[in-house]
């Protein structure tokens, strides 16, 4: 052993820290070149094109509906819109390519506060296994103004990906409160509107798809400050709530059907109550989006506002639903926690007064639970607690059930 030596680099035993040898042969390999092996292994996986284990949009919608109630039409185009995104990945990255090359499509989803927008999006990306980031519109300002340029979206992306660039370029952003960078109208105002029309228009390049600079964290890699990622293969989701979108479209629709080529179809309810399949270009433009920005949001999808009925089936019937989630908290305490059906209509009732969507109803029972967590914890021998609706009400106290004592041996008998 003393003339062994590095079959690859030749160095010898006493140069090295460690030599490897072979269990088949007299070779051997010194721990430098097993790094430098290494190293080239993970560079050449990262070059390979990665290829989706794809699941078909069925089976997407029937994953959505675990997490997400209702909005049944919403989840079969999301689920659709995400499955051709990513078969478009596969696609593009085939030697089928050359042939046709297909665009991306990104989406635009329009619904009230709480309707579960945001949930929609992450669920798809932790269902799809790829990075996500989920950014306020409202953060965001022109490149030069105090605030966050739309570069920065791409900087968290990278974060997520743990800067594997490969994999934060088929990630997924969400851009929440879309409607608020809407451009000003007030021709009065001789500002120049950083946070609205410029916005948007620093966010074209990025969502059509563009190879773009990011700045990195220097304590991450103290060797290199930027680096280039491809936004071509990035989904980008944007969402708001559009309150003032309905009345635009309800006035072009009344406009349709005043004169001689009047539209003498009634206007039902229920067709007034879903506007959102009436919603047309040009009401985003004229509720302030720039043409630009419209045309790269081609799929518009629009979720409806809950109902009590689906109010009280996101209390009880989704993965971690709020329910299930008290209850578990009790359980820790050896607490057994239940609610009487007129309970959670009365639970209900207040987040449809409230008009916060799934969130309101986290506020409810947090102010409900609150009084109950407090004392739950000291009560000895307490097995269980019954939330009723005089409760909620302040009309009394809950239901409670005290475990049985033990009785002891009476030793005089």
Do not use: W
């Amino acid at each position: 052993m003393n003339d062994a030596h590095c079959s690859f680099c030749g160095k010898p035993q006493g140069s090295v820290r460690r030599l490897v040898s072979s269990p088949a042969s007299d070779c051997f390999i010194c721990d430098t070149c097993i790094e430098i092996c290494r190293s080239v292994v993970e560079d050449n996986k990262k070059k390979a094109p990665e290829k989706f284990r794809l699941p078909a949009p069925m089976e997407i919608k029937a994953q959505l509906d675990e997490f997400i109630v209702g909005q049944d039409n919403a989840k079969r185009a999301m689920a659709v819109a995400v499955y051709n995104h990513y078969k478009r990945l596969n696609y593009n990255s085939s030697i089928r390519a050359r042939s046709v090359e297909l665009d991306k499509s990104n989406i635009l989803l329009i619904g009230p506060t709480g309707v579960g927008k945001t949930l929609i999006a992450k669920t798809l990306a932790r269902m799809l296994q790829v990075p996500f980031v989920c950014v306020d519109a409202t953060t965001l300002t022109e490149a030069g103004y105090v605030g966050d340029d739309v570069e920065s979206i791409l900087s968290k992306l990278l974060i997520a990906a743990d800067y594997d660039v490969r994999r934060a370029e088929m990630g997924i952003v969400y851009i929440d409160e879309i409607d608020k960078i809407a451009k000003k109208t007030d021709s009065r105002n001789l500002t120049r509107d950083v946070s609205g029309e410029g916005v948007q228009q620093g966010l074209l390049k990025i969502l059509e798809g563009s190879s773009v600079e990011v700045s990195i964290e220097k304590r991450r890699l103290p060797h290199q400050e930027t680096m280039t990622m491809d936004t071509s293969n990035i989904l980008f989701i944007c969402g708001g709530a559009f309150v003032r979108l309905r009345e635009i479209v309800e006035e072009r629709c009344v406009r349709s059907t005043v004169g001689f080529n009047a539209d003498t179809e009634e206007h039902t309810p229920e067709h007034e109550y879903k506007f959102i399949d009436n919603v047309r270009p040009n009401d985003l433009i004229e509720f302030g989006l720039i043409p630009e920005f419209v045309g790269r949001l081609p799929v518009v999808i629009g979720l409806e506002a809950l109902n009590k009925q689906a109010m009280l089936d996101i209390l009880t019937v989704p993965k971690n639903n709020l329910i299930d989630q008290y209850k578990t908290i009790l359980k820790i305490d050896g607490v057994e926690l239940s609610f009487e059906q007129k309970a959670l209509d009365a639970i209900a009732d207040r987040g449809l007064e409230l008009n916060m969507g799934a969130r309101g109803l986290r506020t409810i029972m947090e102010e409900i639970m609150l009084d109950i967590m407090y004392k739950c914890p000291s009560e000895k021998g307490l097995a269980s607690v019954v939330v009723t609706a005089d409760y909620i009400q302040k009309k009394a106290r809950p239901k409670l059930r005290y475990k049985p004592q033990k009785q002891t041996a009476n030793l005089l008998r």
